[in-house]
């Protein structure tokens, strides 16, 4: 099994019942792929090092996620380059 962490940065102004549907939409993608999600870390609205699209804050998610196989990040990165509610995402694989 692999283990990755998958980091992304939800738009701010979007009301809060967007946010969590957002981040659940994303849990689903991710399940629906044969991914095992071991832990979802809500870390709040957080100033960004850099301006990202004109937005200086935004709202940080981190999935712990296990899977057989890449199919699940494949699709996370394809989904979240075309949903226009990311501002950035990071998958990092990680090394046991």
Do not use: C, W
Request: net charge negative; glycine share 4%; hydrophobic share 45%.
């Amino acid at each position: 099994m692999n283990k990755y962490e998958i980091m992304f940065i939800v738009k701010p102004d979007l009301e809060e019942a967007n946010i969590k549907s957002v981040m659940e939409s994303m849990k689903t993608l991710v399940e629906e792929k044969g991914a095992k999600v071991l832990e979802v870390k809500e870390m709040g609205q957080r100033e960004l090092a850099y301006e990202i699209n004109k937005y200086k804050m935004g709202y940080y998610f981190l999935f712990v996620i296990e899977s057989e196989n890449n199919d699940a990040t494949v699709e996370f990165d394809r989904v979240a380059l075309i949903n226009e509610n990311i501002i950035r995402h990071l998958i990092v694989k990680v090394e046991e």
